[in-house]
């Protein structure tokens, strides 16, 4: 179970070192926003350069970094005479154009007081959610790393939708800690830990440790944080620990301003531990990384089959088809309620589906021919949600 602690005191707990983070040689950092940025939404100088000293001095020790930030939106306010965030998009996307220069900008002055090189890398949903752009940012990533440059990830706000989007980084960053399989994942905002409820309240408790959902029952993680600048919140950021300790990476979560705590080891923040040794990345993908192109309807006996026995899904036991999807595109498999149980990668196209329900694979076999004696999703190709 999970431990609970007092109010904060910015301090190592009891003189504890964390070893998950003294033995961590690839660190993936998220900061957002709030922690870059002042009330107006102008990038903070001072707060830069206290981040980049403190990634900078684990670079000086052989360990490689990977930052992902938050900030382009935030950084082109002010230039743009903007107030707050904007709502809409176009407005969004403008101050990112504006933005990701100044941003990016200043992280290269800073990181070259260490002698360091820094490249921009920006990407889009698509990048982690189609299998051949995925496998084309960890190259570029992969090679960012070996020049020993720090690649500074973000998403790349000024084509991105609102039906394309991360929807905030802690989301993105826990993918990238999975992309380049780190071995640790340091989530800065401007909230030291996680509470059992609003930290501003004298009743609420940090939470030191999380070792399973267990520990998260009861507690409250509703947004906090610095209102108008950022887009993420505390559920957010616990939805990114749960992501990235189920790929085997642990995350510790705390402030801005106890980074330099934080990646030395001092039980700073709230630390999640994995939940479990790391999975194989391509069902991680699928699982974590893409989003469903369609829905396959199971009828009870294949929700069995395919929960309970792990088997493979057969034409005969699906009773519906929706989306418009083709072989290979993620879909998701849902039981009689209409809940997802499972995602895979189909075998057909889905105008081909509806010819096929409640068909044995021998039946269509002899009707059809040889190429549709295979299932629908082979169990290979199949992750339980």
């Known amino acids: 179970m999970g431990t609970a602690a007092g109010r904060p005191g910015g301090s190592a707990q009891n003189g504890r070192v964390r070893e998950a983070v003294t033995t961590a040689q690839r660190i993936v950092v998220k900061i957002g926003s709030s922690s870059l940025t002042t009330a107006e939404g102008g990038l903070d100088s001072d707060r830069v350069d206290a981040l980049v000293d403190a990634l900078g001095g684990l670079t000086a020790q052989g360990r490689e970094v990977v930052l992902v930030s938050s900030g382009a939106i935030a950084a082109g306010l002010a230039p743009l005479g903007l107030r707050r965030r904007p709502r809409d998009l176009a407005t969004q996307q403008a101050a990112a154009s504006v933005g990701q220069g100044l941003l990016i900008g200043r992280y290269t002055s800073s990181f070259a007081r260490h ?6 890398v920006l990407l889009t949903v698509d990048d982690v959610t189609r299998r051949a752009h995925y496998r084309n940012a960890y190259r570029t990533l992969r090679k960012l790393l070996d020049l020993r440059a720090v690649p500074i990830v973000n998403e790349n706000d000024t084509v991105a939708t609102d039906e394309i989007r991360f929807g905030d980084n802690d989301r993105l960053a826990a993918l990238v800690a999975a992309l380049v399989h780190a071995d640790l994942l340091v989530l800065l905002s401007d909230v030291d830990a996680l509470y059992t409820g609003d930290p501003s309240r004298p ?3 940090r939470i030191n440790e999380v070792r399973d959902a267990a520990d998260l029952a009861g ?9 108008g600048v950022g887009t993420g919140g505390m559920v957010t950021k616990v939805e990114a620990a749960r992501i990235a300790t189920g790929f085997g990476i642990p995350v510790v979560l705390t402030s801005a301003a106890l980074a330099a705590e934080a990646l030395s080891g001092a039980a ?3 630390l999640f531990h994995r939940v479990r040794q790391r999975p194989t990345a391509r069902l991680f993908w699928l699982a974590h990384a893409t989003s469903p192109r369609g829905r396959l309807h199971l009828d009870p006996g294949a929700v069995q089959a395919v929960v309970d026995r792990r088997k493979s899904l057969l034409p005969a036991g699906i009773v519906a ?25 189909v075998n057909y196209d889905a105008v081909e589906l509806p010819g096929l329900l409640g068909r044995s694979t021998g039946e269509l076999a002899a009707a059809l021919g040889p190429a549709y004696e295979r299932e629908v999703v082979h169990r290979d190709d199949l992750v339980l949600l």
Do not use: K
Not at 115 to 120: K, N, P, R, S
Not at 219 to 227: P, T
């Open 115 to 120: 002698g360091l090189t820094v490249g921009q």
């Open 268 to 270: 700073v923040g709230t």
């Open 219 to 227: 507690i409250s993680v509703g947004g906090a944080g610095r209102a």
């Open 321 to 345: 088809v929706d989306g418009a999807f083709t072989a290979g595109d993620p879909v998701d498999l849902v039981d009689t309620e209409g809940a997802p149980v499972a995602r895979g990668l």
């Open 203 to 205: 009743d609420t408790t």
